[in-house]
């Protein structure tokens, strides 16, 4: 089982027009409840998990974002927000092909509301096995180190938690040693203060000393890297390049939790990680793809291993080497 924690939810909008300028009518609209956690909740649904949420949502566009994410295969439980829940538009012009990205800030989140959300969440843990992932930014007001008290938490409650955020939030969350660490390379270049030019197997390192999980790193087109402290694994797939990649990293993050849920090796779990935030990135709309797709992608997946820098390291947690199942 598959669960998340969204923080700030929005609704996510696409439009394809012709070209940004000037007065345009859509060629095509696609709507979806959205922000990083229910993206990725939302295409973990659609890779066949069993899948639940735990979202903050203000009436009217909250009302819109519960109702979808609901008809997409989410058990859904909705904390109260007190805010307008936020819309984030992507415009793609088909004439040159460019996307313009429009994400409204996160909406503030009360102390009390953002308790409410955690001990939820918590509360569901305890009776929800499998793995819980915190995914995408907080808001400006949400309580210093909430993100590394959620951690502890759903620790403390017997299930296996993954991180996918950035900034201050990211860094309080792997000190609390989360089981996995998905981040694109800017993130992990921020949060460890690494040489941006550095290999990535190196990045990877850094960020597992911070954390003594599991760690993955994203990089576009060149690829993603993942290491469990005994080997580094690359995965490619080529020739596929998509004109939609708003929610490929989510998309990518549900394809690793989907293959580790079901009791996948880290190789396995990269194959279908890559192979989801393809196809993500084939049609419109965040987090929205083609089961039938990503099951042939994911025999194109190019996997390289190599050895982990300076030989493997223990995990810090265990004593042992660290396991991703």
Same mark, same amino acid.
């Given at each position: ?44 649904? &659609? ?21 979808? &994410? ?63 992932? &915190? ?12 993100? *590394? ?12 938690? *993954? ?28 949060? /460890? ?33 993942? /290491? ?44 279908? &990680?890559?192979? *989801?935030? /393809? *196809? ?46």
């Amino acid at each position: 089982m598959i669960s998340a924690l969204a923080l700030s939810p929005s609704l996510d909008v696409t439009y394809v027009v012709d070209e940004l300028e000037g007065i345009q009518r859509p060629l095509s609209t696609h709507r979806v409840p959205g922000g990083k956690a229910l993206n990725a909740a939302r295409a973990a649904a &659609a890779l066949g998990a069993r899948v639940s949420a735990v979202a903050v949502l203000g009436a009217g566009v909250g009302d819109d974002v519960a109702a979808g &994410a609901r008809a997409e295969g989410v058990d859904l439980h909705v904390v109260p927000g007190e805010e307008a829940t936020r819309s984030c538009v992507s415009i793609l012009s088909r004439r040159s092909g460019r996307l313009t990205e429009v994400y409204e800030q996160a909406v503030p989140l009360a102390a009390a509301t953002a308790a409410a959300a955690v001990d939820t969440a918590v509360a569901l843990a305890a009776r929800r096995p499998g793995w819980w992932f &915190a995914s995408g930014g907080l808001p400006a007001s949400a309580p210093a180190g909430l993100l *590394a008290e959620v951690v502890r938490s759903w620790h403390d409650a017997g299930v296996r938690v *993954a991180v996918d955020s950035h900034g201050p939030a990211l860094r309080s969350a792997v000190l609390a040693r989360p089981d996995l660490v998905k981040v694109n390379r800017a993130e992990a270049v921020e949060l /460890t203060g690494a040489d941006q030019q550095a290999p990535v197997s190196e990045i990877l390192a850094e960020v597992r000393a911070l954390t003594g999980g599991a760690v993955v790193v994203t990089d576009g087109a060149a690829g993603a890297w993942a /290491t469990d402290g005994r080997r580094v694994l690359r995965a490619r797939l080529e020739g596929h390049v998509g004109r939609f990649p708003v929610g490929s990293g989510d998309s990518f993050l549900s394809g690793l939790l989907v293959a580790l849920d079901r009791g996948d090796d880290l190789a396995g779990a990269m194959a279908l &990680a890559t192979a *989801a935030g /393809t *196809a993500n990135a084939q049609v419109p709309g965040a987090a929205v793809l083609d089961p039938v797709l990503v099951g042939r992608l994911v025999a194109e997946v190019e996997l390289t291993e190599a050895a982990y820098p300076g030989g493997a390291r223990p995990d810090r947690r265990s004593g042992a080497q660290s396991a991703t199942t």
